[in-house]
């Protein structure tokens, strides 16, 4: 029961945990080589463009951690609520609202300049939050799974933008000739997240890894990331322990739903300046936030890094594109069968949450 | 194992050549949406790969299948020492004004069909009021008893004042007391709310309806087989490019935008040395818009409405904008500008 | 001898689970290994049965050495075994079940009638009634026992291994079973029982096997040992009989009044008015099923009652919330373990931190003090006795009994006025079972008021100063000790009345 022992158990833990999604990114590179072989490409080649096209670079490498900031706050969405047995995938509308919200509250509010960028970023938060306690509050009341009210969530946030942005808010300083333009008015500098320094990467960035120490915190440092983690686990056991389980609900989901609105304002104020039609439904970041948190089993700071490496992959794959003609779907069939991997974890956890709960309620109506 | 290794010589073979002469040739990147059988995208494909022959440049389609690949495409197109990086729809504005701001001395950027803002990129759109105008007229040579016309578009805005102006005119120039309906479907893909604006339209009246709704547009030509069946007929046109086939005889014509032939005016200007930045918009008389079976073939005729007689006098009409003789000039704005609707 | 194990070592991990064990069945014979859980019974019979491979030592099985891969070499080779666990398909019938894997066929098909027909014939033989048709969802847990047995001989096996079969099964099913392994063993079959029950033990067996701590440290032939005598080489000391003094009246700390609990238009819970008082320890007596667990639940938060009062130390905390109810002066130890008790894929710390989760020194305004956790953890560990390597190592990695120790430690450092303790030893060894009992008394005497629910009759009997009777969610009767024998109390349980004579 000494130290060393404790330390050596966390270590083999940690190895364990990591194998599984590692094999799995190593195999999906190893059938991505042999698509990239049967079109009769080089795949080391292939392989080593793609690395420099997502790292090799300073513009490269600023467009991956730009890309990977929507996606590690999509992946924080889910680690907060997965982790606490609510398998929420409404990060995508959550993030859709949030960018949204950020591109209004940055473009029409009469505010001063300096309460610009926290008015926008609030409000991505806060329509974040209420977007994501809605399917809490159908859960609680009305017994509809997560995966069902979530997934019908994200179409409505989607359809919903676009009317917006098409129609209603559409840029109003779109001149004849850009009528097809289905985004909102451009930020002004006030409200934008400026880049670090000129040519890196935008603040969203930052703040995105402030989130995920957040994140960390509140999972290893806190009573409520004590909760939630046993209401993950054994939600009969946390509710003998005395754990208010509708309490948690709700802040399990506001928070989950804070990360997503943010990770939308971040893309909306750090990349496109404004909110343009399809921006987070395309490009599927909450998706990839969440094969990245399952990649990384929740584990905050290892979403952080599987959310660079997925996004490496899409940014790389344009180089990889560009050099060595090699069509960009390579880089969606990696992803594909990452994600194939990781949606048998996924089910499993699913499943798992769904057996659990049904016990929990068979067990009282408390 | 043997044939893996032969292939690997090969290509390092056949890479080792290419990077020897990247040198002397010129490289263009196309960065657009995804092409598939989008004509729109396809036009300018064909006419970037036939004009390869021409100038022998090497090229690269840039295929951007999310939002957020238009940026890492632009970047990656600077970064990779393109020569000129051609973006086609509107989402190229934006990135290519930025860009062009960074390294718009060493790489031509130009833009198709949108207005980039920009004086680094070389921006192309068209007066797509003069085709409109076309189809306006068109209608009324084709059908000078009725007065009632039917318009079907995506969206409200002001984005798309210039095709209703150009149609409402042309209707207006042959049947001065027309009167027009106009049907919004608040989507570019959606083809129910045009196929249920269609058959209102025929109800109130209407026998010819202005097909200015996109990928909509299949719904009005569906109602118009189905009506057909029932004995009432109503005729539409397409969008951008050659819809009319011989499946459908009630599409008569397309109002065209040709993004091949823009492409080719792009190139061919990069290369003579002619290549200008800044808005260029382009007219029936650069022959990058028109109208199927007026300024260009098309699929299919339906000679029972479209007459020799109508054509020849749509013809007339296509001749006097392009040379000049007939001069639209479209209102600033919308609020200016009043119209009788039904 | 039908088989032989020599000198068989297994290491899990640091835990050396078998160490050099030897021992060996004769034919036509009933061998019981017994001992407390995690001394390695299991993990022989594993071992022998194809499950686990042993680090060394040697099998031999009618004469030959044997190496056995899997479950089925074992079978092959006529070892056939009974798991805790069943595994049977519930959408299918009993025959389907027993031909499973090895079908008779006619052509392509299975041959349904002939399966019944099979099964039938192996019924009558071994006296295993049984309806062949009969869906496994629609059989009680005592049937599916039977089928499982049937499934073995179904397979020829000579060599039956029962791994603690009584633990899941009702005391009449105990009895049949019971008659079933006389029987087999009657019809040529040798027999291997686990478990630590020794009546059972008693009852049927004709040579006895005690393991400890990997080791086989005594055999007996059962004609000439004794349960004592058994139940001190298990745990290594002689059990002291509990010296219980009488108890000292203190004041109410729970109670009970009215309380009725409704659901779906049945009544489980009808006018309960019970109440403990300081220094004693109250049993509820009652068959499984009579609405224990509902009126536990009802009155620890975990269920809404609906009608009547609780009162914990003088404080009405009807229908209050969990954490009301525990903070009003009130610890739970639940009746199962996995189910409500703890989080098998927590640590050992995180399932001792539970409900102190907001305390200090644990957390301050949210944020915790891994240190003190760890200590907290550690020390309990350590003065409950668990057996554990690490407070970090997971849940599910102790045996039942530490598990059980561990939530009974948690639970009993709380420090409340009212412990409730549901089936406190329910599945474990006699070791661990006289450790809570005495935690129970000591709390007892120190001025708690405990309500103990146990389906172990012994365990009331000997425990509680007063008992209540439950049957069909009514207090069907309240004796104090020494009032009433367990006859009596027997046939008020089962809905029976005294006769007053």
Same mark, same amino acid.
């Given at each position: 029961?000494?130290?060393?022992?404790?330390?050596?158990?966390?270590?083999?833990?940690?190895?364990?945990?990591?194998?599984?999604?590692?094999?799995?990114?190593?195999?999906?590179?190893?059938?991505?080589?042999?698509?990239?072989?049967?079109?009769?490409?080089?795949?080391?080649?292939?392989?080593?463009?793609?690395?420099? @096209?997502?790292? @090799?670079?300073?513009? /490269?490498?600023?467009?991956?951690?730009?890309?990977?900031?929507?996606?590690?706050?999509?992946?924080?969405?889910?680690?907060?609520?997965?982790?606490?047995?609510?398998?929420?995938?409404?990060?995508?509308?959550?993030?859709?609202?949030?960018?949204?919200?950020?591109?209004?509250?940055?473009?029409?509010?009469?505010?001063?300049?300096?309460?610009?960028?926290?008015?926008?970023?609030?409000?991505?938060?806060?329509?974040?939050?209420?977007?994501?306690?809605?399917? @809490?509050?159908? #859960?609680?009341?009305?017994?509809?799974?997560?995966?069902?009210?979530?997934?019908?969530?994200?179409?409505?946030?989607?359809?919903?933008?676009?009317?917006?942005?098409?129609?209603?808010?559409?840029?109003?300083?779109?001149?004849?000739?850009?009528?097809?333009?289905?985004?909102?008015?451009?930020?002004?500098?006030?409200?934008?997240?400026?880049?670090?320094?000129?040519?890196?990467?935008?603040?969203?960035?930052?703040?995105?890894?402030?989130?995920?120490?957040?994140?960390?915190?509140?999972?290893?440092?806190?009573?409520? %990331?004590?909760?939630?983690?046993?209401? $993950?686990?054994?939600?009969?056991?946390?509710?003998?322990?005395?754990?208010?389980?509708?309490?948690?609900?709700?802040?399990?989901?506001?928070?989950?739903?804070?990360?997503?609105?943010?990770?939308?304002?971040?893309?909306?104020?750090?990349?496109?300046?404004?909110?343009?039609?399809?921006?987070?439904?395309?490009?599927?970041?909450?998706?990839?936030?969440?094969?990245?948190?399952?990649?990384?089993?929740?584990?905050?700071?290892?979403?952080?890094?599987?959310?660079?490496?997925?996004?490496?992959?899409?940014?790389?794959?344009?180089?990889?594109?560009?050099?060595?003609?090699?069509?960009?779907?390579?880089?969606?069939?990696?992803?594909?069968?990452?994600?194939?991997?990781?949606?048998?974890?996924?089910?499993?956890?699913?499943? %798992?949450?769904?057996?659990?709960?049904?016990?929990?309620? $068979?067990?009282?109506?408390? | 194992?043997?044939?893996?290794?032969?292939?690997?010589?090969?290509?390092?073979?056949?890479?080792?050549?290419?990077?020897?002469?990247?040198?002397?040739?010129?490289?263009?990147?196309?960065?657009?949406?995804?092409?598939?059988?989008?004509?729109?995208?396809?036009?300018?494909?064909?006419?970037?790969?036939?004009?390869?022959?021409?100038?022998?440049?090497?090229?690269?389609?840039?295929?951007?299948?999310?939002?957020?690949?238009?940026?890492?495409?632009?970047?990656?197109?600077?970064?990779?020492?393109?020569?000129?990086?051609?973006?086609?729809?509107?989402?190229?504005?934006?990135?290519?004004?930025?860009?062009?701001?960074?390294?718009?001395?060493?790489?031509?950027?130009?833009?198709?069909?949108?207005?980039? @803002?920009?004086?680094?990129?070389?921006?192309?759109?068209?007066?797509?009021?003069?085709?409109?105008?076309?189809?306006?007229?068109?209608?009324?040579?084709?059908?000078?008893?009725?007065?009632? #016309?039917?318009?079907?578009?995506?969206?409200?805005?002001?984005?798309?004042?210039?095709?209703?102006?150009?149609?409402?005119?042309?209707?207006?120039?042959?049947?001065?007391?027309? =009167?027009?309906?106009?049907?919004?479907?608040?989507?570019?893909?959606?083809?129910?709310?045009?196929?249920?604006?269609?058959?209102?339209?025929?109800?109130?009246?209407?026998? /010819?309806?202005?097909?200015?709704?996109?990928?909509?547009?299949?719904?009005?030509?569906?109602?118009?087989?189905?009506?057909?069946?029932?004995?009432?007929?109503?005729?539409?046109?397409?969008?951008?490019?050659?819809?009319?086939?011989?499946?459908?005889?009630?599409?008569?014509?397309? =109002?065209?935008?040709?993004? %091949?032939?823009?492409?080719?005016?792009?190139?061919?200007?990069?290369?003579?040395?002619?290549?200008?930045?800044?808005?260029?918009?382009?007219?029936?008389?650069?022959?990058?818009?028109?109208?199927?079976?007026?300024?260009?073939?098309?699929?299919?005729?339906?000679?029972?409405?479209?007459?020799?007689?109508?054509?020849?006098?749509?013809?007339?009409?296509?001749?006097?904008?392009?040379?000049?003789?007939?001069?639209?000039?479209?209102?600033?704005?919308?609020?200016?500008?009043?119209?009788?609707?039904? | 001898?039908?088989?032989?194990?020599?000198?068989?070592?297994?290491?899990?991990?640091?835990?050396?689970?078998?160490?050099?064990?030897?021992?060996?069945?004769?034919?036509?014979?009933?061998?019981?290994?017994?001992?407390?859980? %995690?001394?390695?019974?299991?993990?022989?019979?594993?071992?022998?049965?194809?499950?686990?491979?042993?680090?060394?030592?040697?099998?031999?099985?009618?004469?030959?050495?044997?190496?056995?891969?899997?479950?089925?070499?074992?079978?092959?080779?006529?070892?056939?075994?009974?798991?805790?666990?069943?595994?049977?398909?519930?959408?299918?019938?009993?025959?389907?079940?027993?031909?499973?894997?090895?079908?008779?066929?006619?052509?392509?098909?299975?041959?349904?009638?002939?399966?019944?027909?099979?099964?039938?014939?192996?019924?009558?033989?071994?006296?295993?009634?049984?309806?062949?048709?009969?869906?496994?969802?629609?059989?009680?847990?005592?049937?599916?026992?039977?089928?499982?047995?049937?499934?073995?001989?179904?397979?020829?096996?000579?060599?039956?291994?029962?791994?603690?079969?009584?633990?899941?099964?009702?005391?009449?099913?105990?009895?049949?079973?019971?008659?079933?392994?006389?029987?087999?063993?009657?019809?040529?079959?040798?027999?291997?029982?686990?478990?630590?029950?020794?009546?059972?033990?008693?009852?049927?067996?004709?040579?006895?096997?005690?393991?400890?701590?990997?080791?086989?440290?005594?055999?007996?032939?059962?004609?000439?040992?004794?349960?004592?005598?058994?139940?001190?080489?298990?745990?290594?000391?002689?059990?002291?009989?509990?010296?219980?003094?009488?108890?000292?009246?203190?004041?109410?700390?729970?109670?009970?009044?009215?309380?009725?609990?409704?659901?779906?238009?049945?009544?489980?819970?009808?006018?309960?008015?019970?109440?403990?008082?300081?220094?004693?320890?109250?049993?509820?007596?009652?068959?499984?099923?009579?609405?224990?667990?509902?009126?536990? =639940?009802?009155?620890?938060?975990?269920?809404?009652?609906?009608?009547?009062?609780?009162?914990?130390?003088?404080?009405?905390?009807?229908?209050?919330?969990?954490?009301?109810?525990?903070?009003?002066?009130?610890?739970?130890?639940?009746?199962?373990?996995?189910?409500?008790?703890?989080?098998?894929?927590?640590?050992?710390?995180?399932?001792?931190?539970?409900?102190?989760?907001?305390?200090?020194?644990?957390?301050?305004?949210?944020?915790?003090?891994?240190?003190?956790?760890?200590?907290?953890?550690?020390?309990?560990?350590?003065?409950?006795?668990?057996?554990?390597?690490?407070?970090?190592?997971?849940?599910?990695?102790?045996?039942?009994?530490?598990?059980?120790?561990?939530?009974?430690?948690?639970?009993?450092?709380?420090?409340?006025?009212?412990?409730?303790?549901?089936?406190?030893?329910?599945?474990?060894?006699?070791?661990?079972?006289?450790?809570?009992?005495?935690?129970?008394?000591?709390?007892?005497?120190?001025?708690?008021?405990?309500?103990?629910?146990?389906?172990?009759?012994?365990?009331?009997?000997?425990?509680?100063?007063?008992?209540?009777?439950?049957?069909?969610?009514?207090?069907?009767?309240?004796?104090?000790?020494?009032?009433?024998?367990?006859?009596?109390?027997?046939?008020?349980?089962?809905?029976?009345?005294?006769?007053?004579?």
């Amino acid at each position: 029961m000494n130290n060393e022992r404790n330390w050596k158990r966390t270590l083999l833990a940690a190895v364990d945990t990591i194998t599984q999604p590692l094999i799995a990114v190593l195999i999906s590179f190893l059938l991505g080589a042999v698509v990239i072989l049967v079109i009769g490409k080089n795949p080391l080649l292939a392989y080593g463009e793609m690395i420099r @096209g997502a790292f @090799g670079k300073q513009v /490269y490498l600023m467009n991956t951690l730009k890309r990977a900031t929507p996606i590690v706050m999509g992946g924080l969405a889910v680690c907060i609520a997965w982790r606490s047995g609510y398998e929420a995938m409404g990060g995508e509308g959550q993030m859709i609202l949030g960018a949204m919200a950020a591109a209004l509250a940055g473009y029409y509010l009469p505010l001063p300049a300096a309460l610009r960028i926290p008015a926008a970023l609030i409000a991505a938060a806060a329509v974040g939050a209420l977007y994501s306690m809605f399917s @809490g509050w159908l #859960f609680e009341k009305f017994d509809v799974t997560f995966v069902i009210s979530t997934l019908m969530l994200n179409y409505i946030a989607n359809y919903f933008a676009a009317y917006l942005c098409n129609y209603p808010l559409r840029d109003p300083d779109a001149n004849v000739y850009q009528m097809q333009n289905a985004q909102t008015g451009k930020l002004g500098p006030e409200a934008i997240l400026p880049p670090i320094v000129k040519g890196w990467v935008h603040w969203g960035f930052v703040l995105a890894i402030v989130a995920v120490l957040i994140t960390w915190f509140l999972f290893k440092k806190t009573s409520f %990331g004590f909760k939630s983690r046993m209401g $993950g686990l054994n939600p009969r056991f946390a509710l003998y322990g005395g754990i208010n389980a509708r309490k948690m609900l709700y802040l399990v989901m506001i928070l989950s739903g804070v990360m997503a609105g943010l990770g939308g304002a971040f893309e909306t104020m750090g990349s496109k300046s404004r909110y343009v039609d399809q921006m987070i439904f395309s490009t599927g970041y909450a998706w990839t936030g969440m094969v990245a948190a399952l990649l990384a089993n929740m584990n905050p700071i290892g979403t952080l890094a599987a959310s660079i490496l997925l996004a490496g992959l899409a940014v790389g794959g344009s180089t990889m594109m560009l050099n060595m003609d090699i069509p960009l779907e390579v880089c969606n069939i990696i992803e594909g069968i990452i994600t194939l991997f990781m949606s048998a974890r996924m089910i499993r956890i699913v499943a %798992g949450n769904h057996r659990r709960r049904k016990q929990a309620k $068979g067990g009282s109506e408390a | 194992m043997k044939k893996i290794v032969s292939l690997l010589i090969v290509f390092v073979l056949v890479l080792a050549t290419i990077g020897a002469c990247a040198e002397e040739t010129k490289k263009i990147a196309v960065i657009c949406d995804p092409v598939g059988v989008n004509a729109f995208l396809t036009q300018v494909v064909e006419k970037v790969e036939e004009l390869a022959g021409t100038y022998g440049y090497e090229y690269r389609i840039l295929e951007c299948s999310d939002t957020d690949k238009w940026q890492s495409s632009y970047d990656a197109a600077v970064a990779e020492e393109y020569d000129l990086i051609l973006g086609v729809g509107w989402q190229s504005a934006e990135y290519a004004a930025a860009k062009a701001e960074e390294a718009g001395d060493t790489i031509a950027f130009a833009v198709i069909d949108t207005d980039a @803002g920009s004086d680094k990129v070389a921006s192309y759109s068209y007066n797509e009021e003069q085709a409109a105008y076309l189809m306006g007229a068109m209608a009324g040579y084709a059908f000078p008893n009725e007065t009632k #016309f039917g318009y079907i578009g995506c969206f409200e805005g002001s984005g798309s004042f210039k095709y209703r102006w150009g149609f409402m005119e042309g209707v207006k120039s042959v049947i001065p007391d027309a =009167q027009i309906t106009f049907n919004y479907t608040n989507s570019y893909a959606d083809p129910a709310p045009a196929y249920e604006f269609a058959k209102q339209q025929q109800a109130q009246g209407c026998t /010819y309806i202005f097909g200015g709704a996109a990928a909509c547009n299949e719904g009005i030509f569906n109602a118009a087989l189905e009506l057909a069946q029932e004995g009432k007929y109503i005729y539409s046109i397409g969008q951008d490019t050659d819809m009319t086939r011989e499946d459908n005889p009630y599409i008569l014509s397309s =109002q065209l935008k040709n993004t %091949g032939v823009t492409a080719g005016i792009i190139i061919d200007a990069y290369f003579d040395g002619t290549l200008e930045n800044g808005l260029h918009v382009l007219e029936m008389k650069d022959n990058a818009i028109g109208a199927t079976h007026i300024t260009a073939e098309g699929a299919y005729l339906n000679s029972e409405i479209l007459t020799d007689e109508v054509i020849a006098q749509c013809k007339a009409v296509a001749d006097a904008i392009a040379s000049g003789e007939l001069v639209l000039e479209m209102p600033a704005s919308e609020d200016e500008y009043t119209f009788p609707i039904f | 001898m039908i088989f032989e194990m020599k000198h068989i070592t297994k290491t899990y991990d640091t835990v050396v689970a078998n160490d050099d064990v030897s021992l060996h069945l004769n034919p036509g014979e009933i061998l019981s290994i017994v001992g407390e859980n %995690g001394a390695g019974k299991s993990t022989i019979m594993k071992i022998l049965y194809g499950l686990e491979k042993p680090d060394s030592g040697e099998i031999i099985v009618g004469g030959a050495p044997r190496h056995f891969h899997n479950p089925s070499d074992a079978m092959a080779a006529g070892i056939g075994m009974v798991q805790q666990h069943f595994m049977l398909f519930e959408q299918m019938t009993v025959a389907e079940n027993i031909v499973f894997k090895n079908e008779l066929r006619k052509g392509l098909f299975m041959d349904m009638d002939k399966a019944v027909e099979t099964v039938r014939q192996l019924s009558d033989r071994y006296g295993l009634k049984i309806d062949p048709k009969a869906r496994i969802a629609d059989c009680p847990v005592g049937l599916r026992q039977r089928v499982e047995i049937l499934k073995i001989l179904y397979q020829n096996a000579e060599i039956i291994i029962f791994d603690e079969p009584s633990a899941v099964l009702t005391p009449l099913e105990v009895e049949a079973l019971l008659d079933t392994i006389r029987g087999l063993a009657k019809a040529g079959k040798s027999i291997v029982l686990i478990t630590h029950k020794l009546q059972e033990v008693m009852a049927v067996s004709d040579r006895v096997y005690v393991m400890r701590q990997g080791k086989v440290v005594a055999e007996r032939m059962a004609a000439e040992t004794d349960m004592e005598e058994l139940a001190m080489l298990m745990v290594g000391h002689p059990l002291a009989s509990y010296q219980i003094d009488p108890p000292v009246p203190g004041k109410t700390l729970l109670e009970t009044r009215d309380l009725c609990l409704v659901e779906n238009g049945r009544k489980v819970l009808s006018d309960i008015s019970l109440h403990v008082n300081a220094g004693e320890i109250v049993g509820i007596a009652g068959v499984s099923g009579n609405g224990q667990s509902e009126l536990i =639940q009802c009155i620890t938060g975990l269920a809404r009652s609906t009608g009547g009062q609780v009162f914990v130390a003088g404080a009405d905390v009807t229908n209050r919330s969990v954490k009301a109810i525990r903070d009003a002066g009130l610890a739970h130890i639940s009746e199962d373990r996995y189910v409500w008790g703890s989080a098998t894929d927590g640590t050992l710390e995180e399932n001792t931190l539970m409900i102190r989760q907001d305390d200090a020194p644990f957390s301050k305004r949210g944020i915790v003090n891994h240190k003190s956790i760890r200590d907290y953890a550690v020390r309990l560990i350590k003065e409950f006795n668990v057996k554990a390597s690490s407070p970090v190592q997971k849940m599910r990695e102790l045996s039942g009994g530490n598990a059980q120790k561990l939530i009974v430690a948690r639970e009993m450092s709380l420090d409340t006025p009212v412990l409730i303790c549901c089936e406190p030893t329910r599945g474990i060894d006699i070791g661990a079972m006289e450790a809570i009992h005495r935690r129970m008394l000591q709390r007892r005497d120190q001025g708690s008021a405990i309500l103990l629910v146990s389906s172990e009759l012994t365990e009331i009997m000997s425990l509680s100063d007063r008992i209540y009777v439950i049957f069909e969610g009514k207090i069907v009767g309240e004796f104090t000790r020494g009032s009433m024998d367990d006859k009596h109390l027997g046939l008020l349980m089962v809905g029976g009345t005294i006769n007053h004579e």
